[in-house]
């Protein structure tokens, strides 16, 4: 074994950060991390402050009728029970009712206004002339404010319903004020007028009120409101048909009512046909239509003033603000739940016809590959791993295989460890440390043959893996090859995980970009290079974290092929940590990334570059880096729905995608030969896993938009490959 010392190439000048001093830099790393952490910070707040906008503008509710009434209780007032429907206790606390004066109806509409049914409604009592009282949700008036001010417009009255829809009786004060103070700001944004009519939710008859409804209209007229009762009800939310709904709003006398009607809530088309029926009915015996307030002598709507009107303007930007991001969260899991169809579709159309094609009998790249080969090992403190690395390459069945471990300026005893081998076809070139990139190039400018096959430090491989390897090179159009790696530590459950994630992930998605041939990575734990490819694109570059990646665009743009070769078969130490898998992840995420714009120019180019680039950029950009970006919205609108929507509706939907997700799991196990057993940890690799490198994407897309330059990472190793099935180790 012979020791070199060498040259490496130019440091890397996007490491700028590494030149400054200390208190500089480390001021820099600081400002920096604040910056990510405040964006990061500010989304999240900005999407929790979304979603519970909209949870709280969407409540669902029952339209009023639906909730059977209470018998009164002893405590409500005779004068109430037996008054009209109209109570009042704005005057400090005295107490007045007003009934309907004979042969008068008010029609009252409630839970709108309804973008459907509200308008048809308004055109029915144009046409014959009659005005009504519309009893409006604040919430739906800020999302709808042109059809309140058509209200307004054509004469008729608003009176308030609650911004959401609750019962009124269950909640504590601050909130129930709310409910009213808020429809108010609405109302004034739409039409500039208030109202003094409340209609409390779920209420009906007087004579049906119980204690706690009536501390909800004496509350209610503490606040300056008159409470709005009904006489008659259609119960046209049962749906019971056009010439019942016309019975129930009938009267038997000539006494006046106040009718109970919904414009919204549902289907209303049996309402505006009864209605168009009703009103000529009523006005032939004699009747007349008023709205409530003119009918007890009040102000319909007066003027809101100035201020109400420009703090409803804002109250009515945050509704809508919520209900577009919430609108455009819905369109983006759609996408991403668009995007895993057809990735799945296609990769079990794709991988398994490749995989089916490699195993046929007449399948072969071409004449055996004898060729000599170097191997370079870049190594940095590898002390641990170097020893069973490099032992697994130099008893390779490959013949004249020469291996080459370049010594990035390690400080521990990572030569020593080569040297003490005693292996004659190995190498040492020590550097002063430079970065893997610079590294792999030393190697590839020192190595002897045209073959040259890149392998991690802490990576063994199987006795006959190089040699298969570089069997694709039989074609003259393979300028590089990658090798199936896999997980060596599998103990434990973050083993397991990655172990998955390797076999699902990573050799599952090759299989399939081998077939359109856009390989976007060789992995730097195993893979093969014609010299003549790395020097026409190049060479390994430092522009990146990723240079892996970079590499293989880079050839890709050459014009050269690049393959999958699944028989070639690695085994790597993983991390063992959250903390160390973090860093691990976050380098690649941000160098794929840095790849990506590095090379888009290749969309606009010609020929081999060009086909790449809206082929191979178009891959990595939906399913390396969009899917995962989206992906996490899964998981976020099923606990949205597991808590304000329909349940049994959520979970189905999300057991489909694991469903989805083990489906993919299973072929991906079966193509690579790999047992099942791991797959019982899947489900909660779904719930815990996915979620941490949800975050490393996002955190690794947060770092690239704020311009942040990240160092090279280094990972503690174990030298833990326990589940590699290889005598190197």
């Known amino acids: 074994m012979t020791v070199y010392r060498a040259t490496p190439p130019p440091g890397d000048p996007g490491e700028s950060t590494s030149r400054l001093p200390p208190v500089r830099r480390r001021r820099r790393i600081r400002r920096r991390r604040v910056m990510a952490g405040t964006i990061g910070l500010t989304v999240l707040l900005l999407l929790a402050t979304v979603v519970l906008v909209s949870v709280y503008t969407d409540a669902g509710f029952s339209p009023d009728g639906t909730t059977p009434a209470s018998a009164a209780d002893g405590r409500v007032p005779k004068a109430v029970r037996e008054g009209g429907p109209v109570i009042d206790l704005t005057g400090g606390g005295d107490l007045r009712t007003y009934a309907m004066p004979a042969r008068t109806i008010a029609l009252t509409f409630d839970d709108g206004p309804d973008p459907q049914w509200t308008p048809r409604i308004l055109d029915v009592l144009a046409e014959h002339g009659v005005p009504a009282t519309f009893f409006v949700v604040g919430s739906q008036v800020a999302r709808h404010p042109g059809i309140a001010a058509r209200v307004a417009r054509e004469g008729h009255e608003l009176g308030g319903h609650t911004f959401t829809h609750p019962d009124l009786a269950e909640l504590p004060e601050w909130r129930r004020e709310m409910e009213n103070s808020q429809t108010q700001l609405a109302i004034a944004n739409a039409t500039g007028r208030a109202t003094r009519l409340m209609r409390p939710p779920y209420s009906s008859f007087a004579d049906a009120l119980t204690d706690k409804d009536w501390q909800t209209v004496q509350a209610v007229g503490a606040e300056g409101y008159l409470t709005v009762l009904d006489t008659m009800d259609s119960e046209d939310w049962k749906r019971p048909g056009a010439d019942a709904i016309v019975r129930n709003l009938t009267p038997r006398g000539t006494a006046g009512q106040i009718v109970l009607l919904h414009d919204a809530g549902g289907d209303r088309s049996q309402t505006v046909a009864a209605l168009d029926r009703l009103i000529p009915r009523l006005k032939q015996r004699g009747y007349r239509f008023s709205t409530v307030s ?176 570089v069997q694709p090179f039989a074609d003259p159009r393979v300028g590089a090859v990658a090798g199936n790696v896999k ?108 790849s990506m714009w590095k090379h888009r120019g290749a969309v606009l180019d010609r020929g081999a570059s060009g086909r790449f680039g809206r082929r191979g950029l178009l891959f990595i950009a939906l399913f390396s880096v969009l899917l995962p970006l989206l992906a996490p919205l899964i998981d976020l609108m099923a606990v949205y729905g597991l808590l304000f929507l329909d349940r049994q509706i959520t979970i189905v939907g999300w057991l489909a995608m694991l469903v989805v997700q083990v489906l993919t799991a299973v072929l991906a196990f079966r193509l690579d030969r790999e047992p099942l057993r791991p797959l019982w940890t899947l489900p909660l690799q779904q719930v815990v896993y996915r979620q941490v490198m949800y975050l490393v994407l996002l955190h690794s897309a947060l770092a690239a938009v704020t311009g942040r330059r990240l160092r090279w990472q280094t990972i503690h190793r174990t030298g833990d490959l326990s589940s590699a099935p290889v005598p190197g180790r």
């Not at 550097?431 to 990139?437: Q, V």
């Not at 083993?495 to 299989?511: A, M, P, S, T």
């Not at 890709?556 to 092929?561: L, N």
């Open 294 to 469: 003119a009918a007890i002598g009040g102000q319909v709507n007066p003027p809101a003033a100035g201020d109400v009107v420009w703090r409803g303007r804002a109250l009515v930007w945050t509704v809508r603000g919520a209900d577009a991001v919430l609108a455009a969260l819905w369109v983006l899991l759609i996408t991403a739940g668009g995007l895993i169809v057809v990735r799945t579709l296609i990769l079990f159309a794709f991988a398994w016809r490749h995989s089916r094609h490699r195993r046929g009998p007449d399948w072969s790249w071409g004449l055996p590959v004898g060729t000599p080969v170097t191997v370079v090992v870049p190594a940095y403190n590898e002390e641990k791993t170097i020893a069973p690395a490099v032992r697994s390459l130099a008893l390779s069945d490959h013949p004249r295989v020469e291996v080459l471990v370049v010594d990035d300026g390690s400080t521990d005893g990572t030569a020593d460890a080569v040297r003490a081998l005693g292996l004659g076809n190995v190498r040492v070139v020590r550097i002063p440390n430079g970065g893997k990139a610079n590294a792999l190039d030393a190697g590839v400018a020192l190595s002897r043959h045209d073959l040259v096959v890149m392998v991690d430090a802490d990576t063994v491989v199987e006795p006959d893996a190089i040699h298969r390897l």
């Open 487 to 594: 997980v060596g530590n599998r103990r434990g459950l973050i083993g397991k995980w990655q172990h998955i994630e390797y076999v699902i992930g990573f050799n599952l998605d090759r299989r399939l970009y081998d077939t359109f041939g856009c390989i976007p990575t060789i992995p730097g734990a195993l893979g093969a290079f014609r010299r003549a490819a790395l020097t026409e694109s190049g060479g390994l570059s430092t522009d990146t974290l990723a240079e892996d990646t970079d590499l293989t665009i880079a050839i890709h743009r050459a014009g050269w092929r690049v393959v999958y070769e699944e028989t070639a078969r690695a085994w790597t130490e993983a991390p063992e940590t959250v903390r160390e898998l973090w860093k691990q992840r976050y380098r690649w995420s941000y160098g794929t990334m840095q």
